[in-house]
């Protein structure tokens, strides 16, 4: 018998400009490669988009551009969901992209369609998984929320997919903002990554990171402050 395929790498995009270069992009083709079949089929999850239709034709189509094959939505928002269907897109499908949008919505959706420990199941079966700006975000490990966003004091954390055991953010540049924030509430020690525009992180079961395309910004909770550490370089 042969052995059991164990988990793949997660990859965290963080796409937006910089990341879209002539003749496509290699981060995206790095992921398609790890598919290890030519031209590999994306099933699209849009839940934190509200499966946007537009959103999805624009990045199916970038994605073709790029080496993909066929990118199928995997339908999780509105009343004529069938689960089942769902289900079978992402079983059969290459790889699973987790799409942009908001993050909290996205999870949201994950949970009450009760999918969440199916993708688990893909994961651990070695199914490719990666995301783009607030899907690498779900990937993750949490994200933070806010009941008042003018006050700080009523943010609080809550559970992503997990997927990928980090803390991060994406197009934070210089600020990150949240991803401080994230960090704040988190356990001293703690690391969160900023991964920005054009670049992103490769994270691996055993939990060892790799940066890819550009070089993506570290944080860490010590001594009740958020400081800055070396950034994560690629080939690190």
């Keep these: 018998m042969g052995k059991t395929p164990g988990p793949a790498p997660v990859y965290l995009l963080a796409g937006g400009p910089g990341s879209r270069r002539t003749g496509g992009d290699p981060l995206l083709a790095r992921v398609l490669a790890g598919a290890g079949v030519p031209h590999p089929s ?8 509200g499966d946007n239709r537009p959103f999805l034709l624009m990045l199916s189509t970038y994605l073709r551009y790029c080496g993909a094959g066929q990118v199928t939505l995997a339908p999780l928002v509105g009343k004529r969901v069938k689960l089942e269907n769902t289900r079978a897109i992402l079983e059969s499908a290459d790889i699973v992209l987790m799409s942009g949008g908001d993050v ?28 783009i700006s ?25 559970p992503c997919m997990g997927l990928a055991p980090v803390l991060c953010d994406t197009h934070g ?14 356990p001293e020690g703690m690391i969160g990554y900023g ?31 958020i400081v800055r550490c070396s950034d994560l370089q690629p080939g690190d």
Excluded at 111 to 131: D, N, V
Excluded at 143 to 158: C, G, H, K
Excluded at 212 to 217: C, E, F, K, Q, R
């Design 104 to 131: 909290e919505a996205g999870i949201q959706v994950l949970e009450e369609r009760k999918i969440l420990a199916f993708l688990h199941e893909l994961y651990r079966a070695g199914k490719p998984f990666f995301g």
């Design 195 to 225: 991964i920005p525009s054009g670049a992103a992180l490769c994270v691996y079961v055993e939990g060892r990171v790799e940066a890819l395309g550009a070089p993506v910004y570290c944080y860490t909770h010590k001594g009740g402050e």
């Design 134 to 158: 607030a899907g690498s975000i779900m990937l993750a490990r949490q994200w933070v929320r806010w009941e008042d966003p003018d006050d700080d004091r009523t943010a609080s954390l809550f």
């Design 173 to 186: 540049e210089e600020e990150w903002e949240e991803l401080k924030a994230l960090l704040q509430l988190a």
């Design 42 to 49: 994306i099933a699209y999850v849009g839940a934190a988009s």
